[in-house]
Structures are given as structure tokens and as C-alpha cells.
């Protein structure tokens, strides 16, 4: 017998050490509207209902982010007509949504080359933030126009600038310095990384953030991605010992002694 989504989620509850931010590839929009004999647009405002899903159950949990790969550097690359059709869905979903962003306490952020945005698109982003900022619940960060690889430059180039300038010594660079310099400055790494739709890898993805971060492949796609998984992975995540380059006896030994 399948336990319930409310069992799954009063065992992950009672297990404890939940993830304090969890960080979601979703991938496989396009694949399941496919699958289902459906425009490839059609898996993407199916995905939505997930986004929405996941923000409310992250929040239930009391995760205190929540950072979705919503659209990558690389996606400019697909079709125009895609591309539009893609940024007309996150102005109507960013705007139907910050209500219930409102009611559950929920603060809106994003990351990444804001600026390649469309304007209106851009333009409704930042009054979602601005409407939501006072909020002290869950952190819902988007990804949007986003590259590791391209996080990671910038902040190179902002470093360089600073020594150039002589208001930073090269020998006061170190990872905490650096980290400062990214897009996702203030928040913490995330402590688990998911991907949906069976694939195994980061994408450019929060290649900086991601380095001690637990990965968990989901097999199921984005739109299909509801509570049960994300109750499942989290579980998943429970299970791992995370040693940070120590070895076991250290961390029970910590833990002992803690």
C-alpha cells in the first residue's frame, strides 16, 4: 500500500535535518507535453502548477529557500517563437501569482542577467519582488537568464576591477570574498540540488554554489514533479552523510558530542 503525501511528509518532518535550501533543475517540460500529445508550450504552464506545488510545500516544510532554474543563458538559443511564448507565460504567471506569494508569506528573488529580459517582463519581475520583500517566510529565488560559468566571470571581472582600483588587496581574496561577488551573495548554498526528468547533470547551473551541495536525480519530468517527490528526494537527501571532507567517525563523533 502507497503511503499518503501527508505520512511522507511527517516522516521527512520527524526525521529532521531538512535541507535549508534546495535548489530544483526543472527539466523535462517539453518532453512531457510531448509524451502526452501536447504542444511543447502546454508542459511548460503545466509546469507552473508545480512551481506553485513546490513553493507551497517548501514553505509547509519550513525551507527557508528555494532557488528554481527557470530559464538559463541557453535557452535564448531555442526558437523565437518558444522564447516569446516563454516570457509571455512568466509575465502572466508572475503576475497571477503574487497573491498567494502574499498569503503564504512568501518572498520573491531572482538571479541572473536580469537585463536580458524583456521589458515587460523585467518590469513585472521587479514589482513581484518589491510587493513580496517584507515577507519572512520562504525565499522563492528564480533563475532567470542564468549561467554558472557566466556568474562566475562576472565575479571574476568585479575582483579585478576592485584590485585595479586599489580597493582590494589580491591577498584578501578568498571563497568567502569571492562568494560575495556572485549573483547569489547573501544567500546560503543550497544544501540539496534536484533534477527532474532522469538527466544527471548540472547544466551551468550554480556551479560555484553547488560544490558540497547533495544531487538527487528525479525521474519523473517538471510538470509531473509534485509533493510526493519532492517529499522523496528530500528523504533521499536525509539518508546521505555529509562529510565535507572529513570521514564518518569525525561527523558521529561531532555529532556524539554535540
Same mark, same amino acid.
Given at each position: 500500500?502507497?503511503?499518503?503525501? &501527508?505520512?511522507?511528509?511527517?516522516?521527512?518532518?520527524?526525521?529532521?535535518? $531538512?535541507?535549508?535550501?534546495?535548489?530544483?533543475? +526543472?527539466?523535462?517540460?517539453?518532453?512531457?507535453?510531448?509524451? &502526452?500529445?501536447?504542444?511543447?508550450?502546454?508542459?511548460? %504552464?503545466?509546469? /507552473?502548477?508545480?512551481?506553485?506545488?513546490?513553493?507551497?510545500?517548501?514553505?509547509? $516544510?519550513?525551507?527557508?529557500?528555494?532557488?528554481?532554474?527557470?530559464?538559463?543563458?541557453?535557452?535564448?538559443?531555442?526558437?523565437?517563437?518558444?522564447?516569446?511564448?516563454? +516570457?509571455?507565460?512568466?509575465?502572466?504567471?508572475?503576475?497571477?501569482?503574487? !497573491?498567494?506569494? +502574499?498569503? #503564504?508569506?512568501?518572498?520573491?528573488?531572482?538571479?541572473?542577467? *536580469?537585463?536580458? *529580459?524583456?521589458?515587460?517582463?523585467?518590469?513585472?519581475?521587479?514589482?513581484?519582488?518589491?510587493?513580496? =520583500?517584507? #515577507?519572512?517566510?520562504?525565499?522563492?529565488?528564480?533563475?532567470?537568464?542564468?549561467?554558472?560559468?557566466?556568474?562566475?566571470?562576472?565575479?571574476? %571581472?568585479?575582483?579585478?576591477? =576592485? /584590485?585595479?582600483?586599489?580597493? $582590494?588587496?589580491?591577498?584578501? @581574496?578568498?571563497?568567502?570574498?569571492?562568494?560575495? %561577488? $556572485?549573483?547569489?551573495?547573501?544567500?546560503?548554498?543550497?544544501?540539496?540540488?534536484?533534477?527532474?526528468?532522469?538527466? =544527471?547533470?548540472?547544466?551551468?547551473? +550554480?556551479?560555484?554554489?553547488?560544490?558540497?551541495?547533495? *544531487?538527487?536525480?528525479?525521474?519523473?519530468?517538471?510538470?509531473?514533479?509534485?509533493?510526493?517527490?519532492?517529499? &522523496?528526494?528530500?528523504? /533521499?537527501?536525509?539518508?546521505?552523510?555529509?562529510?565535507?571532507?572529513?570521514?564518518?567517525? !569525525? @561527523? !558521529?563523533?561531532?555529532?556524539?558530542?554535540?
Amino acid at each position: 500500500m502507497q503511503v499518503s503525501e &501527508q505520512e511522507l511528509m511527517e516522516q521527512v518532518l520527524q526525521r529532521g535535518d $531538512l535541507p535549508g535550501h534546495i535548489a530544483i533543475i +526543472m527539466d523535462g517540460n517539453g518532453r512531457w507535453a510531448v509524451s &502526452q500529445g501536447l504542444p511543447r508550450l502546454a508542459g511548460h %504552464k503545466e509546469g /507552473v502548477v508545480s512551481v506553485r506545488e513546490i513553493t507551497r510545500a517548501a514553505g509547509e $516544510l519550513g525551507i527557508s529557500a528555494l532557488t528554481l532554474f527557470t530559464f538559463s543563458s541557453e535557452n535564448w538559443r531555442r526558437p523565437k517563437t518558444e522564447v516569446d511564448a516563454l +516570457m509571455r507565460l512568466l509575465v502572466t504567471t508572475i503576475r497571477g501569482e503574487v !497573491q498567494d506569494l +502574499m498569503d #503564504n508569506n512568501v518572498r520573491l528573488t531572482a538571479i541572473g542577467c *536580469l537585463d536580458d *529580459l524583456p521589458d515587460v517582463a523585467r518590469e513585472e519581475l521587479q514589482t513581484a519582488i518589491k510587493a513580496t =520583500a517584507s #515577507n519572512a517566510g520562504l525565499n522563492l529565488n528564480l533563475a532567470l537568464s542564468y549561467g554558472g560559468r557566466q556568474e562566475i566571470l562576472l565575479a571574476v %571581472k568585479r575582483v579585478a576591477e =576592485a /584590485v585595479a582600483k586599489g580597493e $582590494l588587496d589580491p591577498d584578501d @581574496i578568498d571563497e568567502t570574498m569571492f562568494s560575495q %561577488k $556572485l549573483y547569489t551573495h547573501g544567500m546560503p548554498d543550497p544544501d540539496l540540488i534536484i533534477r527532474t526528468s532522469g538527466e =544527471a547533470r548540472l547544466s551551468n547551473f +550554480m556551479i560555484w554554489q553547488s560544490a558540497y551541495a547533495e *544531487l538527487v536525480i528525479a525521474d519523473a519530468m517538471w510538470p509531473a514533479f509534485r509533493r510526493r517527490e519532492l517529499y &522523496q528526494a528530500i528523504q /533521499v537527501y536525509q539518508q546521505r552523510e555529509r562529510r565535507f571532507g572529513k570521514i564518518s567517525e !569525525q @561527523i !558521529q563523533t561531532s555529532t556524539i558530542l554535540g
